[in-house]
Nanobody, 116 residues
Framework: QVQLVESGGGLVQPGGSLRLSCVVS????????MSWYRQAPGKERELVAR????????QYGDSVKGRFTISRDNAKNTVYLQMNSLKPEDTAVYYC?????????WGQGTQVTVSS
């Protein structure tokens, strides 16, 4: 059974930092492109960051470039999202995604709230 378990969310003040983690089990982690998405209330789910299985090529959404960094540790079956200089508009539920062709897998999400 495939499981993606996110952690690290919470409440942070504007300008602060958080690091999200997603531990994956039940699949060959190194063969999957890993992504972070987010969804704010009343908005569509959007891509935050992606890291490929081969070469570790990174891609970021325009709104987070220069502030967020995605990384992966294949030995630990874990993908990370380092979030710096957080803004209130970063408030959302953040989801981990594992993809290799069709039918990606999703985590349950972790809430990030940026507020003073």
């Amino acid at each position: 059974q495939v499981q993606l378990v996110e952690s690290g969310g919470g409440l942070v003040q504007p300008g602060g930092s958080l690091r999200l983690s997603c531990v994956v089990s039940g699949l060959t982690f190194s063969m999957y492109t890993m992504s972070w998405y987010r969804q704010a209330p009343g908005k569509e789910r959007e891509l935050v960051a992606r890291i490929t299985s081969v070469g570790g090529i990174r891609q970021y959404g325009d709104s987070v470039k220069g502030r967020f960094t995605i990384s992966r540790d294949n030995a630990k079956n874990t993908v990370y999202l380092q979030m710096n200089s957080l803004k209130p508009e970063d408030t959302a539920v953040y989801y981990c995604n594992a993809a290799r062709g069709l039918d990606p897998y999703w985590g349950q999400g972790t809430q990030v709230t940026v507020s003073s």
